[in-house]
Structures are given as C-alpha cells and as structure tokens.
C-alpha cells in the first residue's frame, strides 16, 4: 500500500506539539491536542457512515471544525470537495451531482443541505483521541476541487495522494526553514488551491496558522494580523498588494521571514515597493495551476537584478521532480529564448478532469523525450526559457489577440501603460468591436484620468496596432472567489 508520509508526519507533529498553537481562528488560539481532539469526534462519526462514493462535501466555514474535517476525512481515506456557502445553490448542487457527494460535512447552524446526508460537526460528543493513519492506494484522492469552466459549468480537478505527497516533496526545494515558532497566514477560500498551501505545510512543522473570518474585510484584516500577530510566513496573490499599497507607507513588517506569491503575474515596481514593508523577509514568486497541485516553480526575488519580462517576474526553475517544457503550437520543444506554451510533467500531474473526457483531450497530451513518452498538461500560460534556465512569464495564451493582423501580447501594454501610471494599475482587454475587428481596451484603476499624456507616452514606447483605443475607470478592480483580477467583469464595461 501507499506510504501516506504526509499524514503520519501530521499525527506525530499533533503529539509532540499537543500544547502548542495549531490556528489563530477569530482571535481564539487552539492547540494541536485540542485539533486532535476535534479530527477526533468527526472520524468517529465518518467511521459510523457507508461511504460507497469517498468524495465527501465540506461547506468551508472558518472555524476548527471544517480544518479538523479536513484531516478526518484524509485519515479515512476519503476525500473533501470544499463548497463554498457564498456561492448560488444552484452551483453547489451542481458540484454535489458530479462529485456524487451523498455526505455534507456542515459546521454552521445552517440547514441548507438537508436532502443529503448531512453532518453538523460542531455538535458532536467528544471521544477518544484516534489519529491513527489508514491505509490508502496512492490513486485515492486527497480533494476535488471544481475551477470555474469555459462552457459556464464548473470543473473538477482531483488530487490525488500521490499528487498532494509529491506536492509536500517539492515544497522543499523552496528552503522555507517553518519551525513551531513560526505564525502562517491563510488567507484563501478552500475552494483555491492556495489554501492547501496555507494550512497544511505550517502544520506539517508544527505552526500556528492565522485564518481570516468571513465576515472581515480581507485585505484590512491581513494588514492587521501583519501589524499585530508578528506572522512570520505568508502566500499571497498579487493582488492582495493592490489591495495594501496605499497603506505602504505605514507598513514595517521586520518579522516577516517569508512573502511569497503565487496565482498571478508579479509585477516587479510593485513587489520592489512591498520589499521595504518586509525589509528581512525572502521575496519567492511560485508559479502552480490547480492541475499541477498547487506550486511546480519558484524563483528568489532579487531587487532590481530580478530576471523580469514586461516588468514580470521569472517563474524561475522547477520545484521536485515537475519538469516545465516549452512547446510550439504543433507541440515541438522549441529552444530557448522562443516563445511558446508551458507544459507540464511529473508527480503532481492530476489524473485529468473529472468525467470529462472532452476537455481532458483538450488539455492533457503525450510528447516524447529524451525517449521517453511522458503525459503533459497544458498550462495555456505564454513563456519563453532564457539561456539559464529560468522561464520568462508572458501572460496567459488567451490574452493574444490580433490587431490589425499582428499578434499583440496585452501584457506588454499593460507593462507600458503602468509605468507611466506608476502606482495605478492597469488591464488591457481585447473587445471585438461591432464590425467584427478586435480592438484594445484599457480598464484603469482610478476614477478618471486624462488619458491625453498616458496616449502620448504609449504612442512613445508601442505601434500603433497596440495604442488601446477604449478607455475604462474603475475606483477599484473587481476580484474573483480566488482573489484575482476578474477579466471577465472587465470585459462587461465596454459592452
């Protein structure tokens, strides 16, 4: 059977750190003995069920019960599909029937998922401590998340645990030295991969992990646990920094160890003015989609020697045993220094999207080398690798568009128009326009501007296929559930 080490390493950090903090949840502490306890009475409860489907339900409440859940589940061997109680019903049950979930972990006092088998883990009788680690195959899954889909229908994306061990495995590479002592920041829905990250490494080395209540304001919140919690580690996206930079100014973070990012492009003006809030952290921008389990690369941040393409920082190396190729559109290696599309391989690779054998063809393919024939996945992330080694983000494939017949990257007009904006951030859109031609548009993070220098200074650096010819102003840009820049909603202010 599969050697579940990561598992087994949580038991032993829970008893040799029973006394120490495991989550910081509303301001109230608790210990790795009293999470014990709480995985506890919930497995009790699993190990009372029938499970002929082991994919189980989690409504993703802040609170112990739905972390305790988590770890529950894994020890049974069965697996979460985190929902999300923000989201329309509609969606929910739609993720419910292709996941076959039967069973709904709750910790609310909410009864919105009566029809199923629903367990109300805050209102179990305590038990005897069992953390005993179950046998599992390492094709059982760990979780199944479902990403939003192009067709308007989510998507599954299970991980198995085999997937989530070779996760933990490359993780390492990063030389994070986590101790006890170490205060972690989670500030992700569970429904976000980057969650897993937030939580499950701090406690594999027994940290206190610091979740953000739902009904704060996010990123007033984390600039409050930065202030007064002393938190050491943290992942981010981007655009959380967005989100702080007009408070920058009051911002002195000395114990922070660790910043790192991941989820979007990072852009180097703004991480080189986070850097004098962190003044002794290491900066690491990771890159990761949910296919690939969470993070595959890394690259250090370095100030203004930072390996950077349209003010973007590298991505750096692979992490583990990933290995990250460049491939032309007729799937060949192309050599470095040529753009092309990212794809992936290694241990972390899912086992393709759930029931869905369409977009698995879409998006997973097998490529030959070094004569061996290897299961790719494609990112559909733009990228070139330099001469060392290091991949060149260029934005996502489906953020070209044509103008005028000439293929234009948005990022490298983004990259522009937010050096003469300088704090003000900036999106290109492409919009088709009523005669069918693609044209550029440019959402700006403010109220209003004149727009007559900023045209003046692009129509300086850019031909003139790429001189956007709409404008747009937002006060502030719209996120999704992940936290990232909502395109998609952007792309509604020029209809």
């Known amino acids: 059977m599969f050697n579940n080490n990561v598992l087994q390493k949580f038991v032993d950090i829970c008893e040799y750190h029973k006394y120490r903090n495991a989550f910081c949840i509303s301001k109230t502490y608790y210990t790795y003995n009293e999470l014990g306890e709480c995985i506890s009475r919930i497995r009790k409860e699993l190990q009372s069920q029938t499970?002929?489907?082991?994919?189980?339900?989690?409504?993703?409440?802040?609170?112990?019960?739905?972390?305790?859940?988590?770890?529950?589940?894994?020890?049974?061997?069965?697996?979460?599909?985190?929902?999300s109680p923000e989201a329309p019903i509609d969606r929910n049950k739609d993720i419910i029937n292709q996941a076959g979930i039967t069973t709904i972990l709750d910790s609310s006092i909410n009864d919105t998922f009566l029809e199923y088998n629903l367990i109300k883990s805050s209102e179990l009788e305590k038990t005897t401590l069992d953390l005993e680690v179950k046998e599992v195959s390492e094709n059982d899954l760990a979780y199944l998340l479902f990403t939003s889909g192009t067709t308007g229908r989510p998507k599954g994306v299970p991980i198995s645990r085999y997937n989530l061990n070779s996760f933990v495995d490359a993780y390492d590479d990063l030389d994070v030295e986590i101790t006890y002592e170490d205060k972690c920041l989670q500030m992700f829905n569970l429904t976000f991969d980057l969650s897993i990250i937030s939580y499950l490494i701090p406690l594999l080395h027994g940290a206190c992990v610091y979740t953000i209540p739902k009904t704060e304001i996010k990123y007033s919140y984390v600039?409050?646990?930065?202030?007064?919690?002393?938190?050491?580690?943290?992942?981010?996206?981007?655009?959380?920094?967005?989100y702080l930079r007009p408070y920058f100014e009051e911002m002195n973070f000395p114990n922070m160890k660790y910043s790192l990012f991941c989820g979007e492009a990072l852009d180097l003006e703004l991480i080189n003015e986070w850097s004098s809030c962190v003044p002794n952290a290491i900066i690491i921008n990771t890159y990761g989609?949910?296919?690939?389990?969470?993070?595959?690369?890394?690259?250090n941040y370095i100030g203004d020697k930072?390996?950077?393409?349209?003010?973007?920082?590298?991505?750096?190396?692979?992490?583990?045993?990933?290995?990250?190729?460049i491939v032309d559109d007729n799937d060949n290696l192309v050599v470095n220094g040529e753009k092309g599309e990212l794809c992936l391989t290694g241990g972390q690779l899912n086992p393709g999207y759930w029931n869905n054998e369409e977009k698995n063809k879409e998006a997973f393919f097998n490529l030959e080398i070094d004569g061996k024939i290897k299961r790719m996945y494609r990112t559909g992330d733009l990228c070139f690798m330099n001469e060392d080694g290091f991949i060149m983000y260029l934005g996502r494939i489906d953020f070209q568009t044509k103008i005028q017949?000439?293929?234009?990257?948005?990022?490298?007009?983004?990259?522009h128009a937010k050096a003469f904006l300088s704090s003000i951030n900036a999106v290109a859109i492409a919009i088709e326009n009523k005669i069918g031609n693609n044209e550029i548009g440019l959402v700006i993070e403010?109220?209003?501007?004149?727009?007559?220098?900023?045209l003046d200074y692009l129509k300086s650096k850019l031909p003139s296929y790429m001189i956007p010819t709409r404008f747009s102003f937002l006060p502030v840009f719209p996120n999704?559930?992940?936290?990232?820049?909502?395109?998609?909603?952007?792309i509604n202010n020029f209809i």
């Open 51 to 83: 499970f002929i489907v082991k994919n189980v339900g989690l409504i993703e409440n802040d609170d112990l019960e739905t972390y305790a859940s988590i770890f529950a589940l894994w020890l049974e061997g069965l697996a979460y599909v985190p929902l």
């Open 289 to 299: 989609p949910t296919e690939h389990t969470i993070i595959c690369s890394s690259y």
């Open 405 to 415: 017949g000439f293929r234009v990257e948005l990022s490298e007009i983004e990259f």
């Open 223 to 242: 600039f409050e646990l930065l202030d007064e919690s002393g938190i050491s580690i943290t992942m981010m996206v981007p655009s959380m920094l967005q």
């Open 306 to 325: 930072s390996l950077t393409c349209n003010g973007v920082l590298s991505i750096g190396e692979s992490l583990g045993d990933s290995e990250l190729i």
């Open 480 to 490: 999704n559930i992940n936290g990232k820049i909502d395109r998609k909603i952007l």
């Open 446 to 454: 403010n109220e209003k501007i004149d727009i007559t220098e900023l």
